[in-house]
């Protein structure tokens, strides 16, 4: 099992990328929000899809499998129900509502 | 070509190991004279083969994120654009081939299928454009990709052939016909905007076996040989043939003493004696035969997919 760090940010915080033949299993995930203001904050994996029969060309898609908004000064923890089912395809970042220093995701993962 | 296991499924059991599955050096291919005896295929035709050399394991990993309900066309011959009219499945899944197929003849490539864990399944077709391999025979209920209740008629899925210890195979040969998987997602992994994908992976392990034909020389290595100057009797039970050299004699049951032709066969009732003289000679009896016959039956036996739909 491995684990990635970020912290929150209206931009996407890459967190890890999926290995081409293989998929990513979530382990975990733990918002610390010890910034000013609550926090939204989704799971996001960007992936292409690939040529098939109904798209003729490969199509960047972005899929948001998890989110949870943490208040200040709470640590949050998903549970196992919550996350076992992920699956991650590509890239796999984490994207905020807010820009905070303090509010600390952190993901445990790993490939399958 | 051969496509699954049946023809082995008869003396292996659960446990088996994909490593006891796979060709050696020393394991035997015979192919069916289904195969056309001509330029293209006529040297493997009918005939048996033995590999001669150590196999070279290739692992060749092809995945592919498709949308729930799509599906991707796996194309494993070594023609780069394939532009096959009449292809059930349109031309947007064509992206190239996969290069499985040996470029010389006297090498066949066993290919294990080895699927991931995944909402998907497989459709086989030989060659391609054709109805899948595996179906009923009926024109009632005719498999195809296109079709949303008969796709999963033969399907594939993981778990049949996982990639921890795969138990399908494909065999290919120079200028074979197109073997073709069909890959269909049927669920998914993961949603974006509000559509499921999924991946498929398929881990290939494509075992490249150089052949040489059976040779007389094989076949007596079966036999029983007899030094110069020996006396062996036929058992009880038991009928020889006897090839040797000059002086070789036979005594029959009846007394009666026979010279062994040089290079002619001789057959020895149970209860004959062979008799070498200067020369040594061979006996091959009817338990060789039988052995004989089965390394033949265990031979690995590739029928033409002609064969595989016809029933």
């Known amino acids: 099992m491995a684990t990635a760090r970020c912290t929150a940010n209206v931009a996407v915080q890459a967190l890890f990328a999926v290995p081409l033949h293989m998929k990513a299993k979530i382990d975990a995930i733990n918002i610390d929000n010890q910034g000013v203001a609550a926090a939204t904050v989704q799971l996001e994996d960007d992936f292409t899809q690939d040529v098939s029969n109904l798209v003729g060309a490969p199509v960047a898609r972005s899929a948001f499998p998890f989110q949870a908004t943490v208040p200040a000064g709470i640590s949050f923890s998903a549970d196992e129900l919550s996350v076992k089912e992920i699956e991650c395809l590509g890239n796999v970042g984490a994207i905020a509502n807010v820009v905070q220093a303090g509010t600390v995701i952190i993901v445990e993962y790993h490939f399958e | ?311």
């Open chain 2, 1 to 311: 070509m051969i496509t699954d296991l049946s023809p082995l499924l008869h003396h292996v059991t659960p446990a088996v190991r994909t490593d006891e599955l796979q060709a050696k050096k020393g394991s035997w291919f015979r192919f069916s004279s289904l195969f056309p005896d001509d330029q293209k295929t006529g040297w493997a035709s009918g005939k048996t083969f033995v590999v001669s050399q150590d196999t070279l394991l290739v692992d060749y990993p092809v995945s592919n994120n498709i949308v729930n309900q799509d599906w991707v066309t796996l194309d494993l011959t070594n023609q780069t654009n394939p532009t096959i009219p009449g292809v059930p499945h349109g031309t947007a899944a064509q992206q190239g081939t996969l290069q499985m197929y040996p470029a010389q003849p006297y090498i066949v490539y066993q290919i294990a299928v080895g699927m991931k864990p995944g909402k998907y399944f497989c459709i086989l077709s030989i060659p391609r454009g054709t109805i899948p391999i595996y179906q009923m025979g009926s024109s009632a209920i005719p498999p195809g990709i296109n079709d949303p209740v008969y796709r999963y008629l033969g399907a594939k899925y993981p778990k049949d052939s996982p990639v921890d210890s795969p138990t399908w195979f494909l065999y290919s040969i120079l200028n074979a016909p197109q073997i073709v998987l069909q890959t269909f997602m049927d669920g998914g992994d993961t949603m974006a905007a509000g559509v499921l994908y999924g991946k498929c992976t398929i881990i290939f392990r494509v075992n490249k076996c150089p052949l040489r034909q059976i040779s007389i020389a094989d076949v007596a290595s079966l036999a029983t040989p007899i030094p110069a100057n020996q006396t062996v009797n036929i058992q009880s039970g038991r009928v020889a043939l006897v090839t040797g050299a000059q002086g070789t004699q036979v005594t029959t049951p009846q007394k009666q003493t026979i010279a062994v032709i040089p290079g002619k066969s001789f057959v020895a009732d149970t209860g004959s004696t062979v008799q070498t003289g200067n020369g040594s000679a061979v006996i091959t009896t009817m338990d060789d035969v039988h052995k004989w016959q089965t390394v033949q039956e265990r031979a690995l036996f590739i029928p033409y997919y002609t064969e595989l739909t016809g029933f």
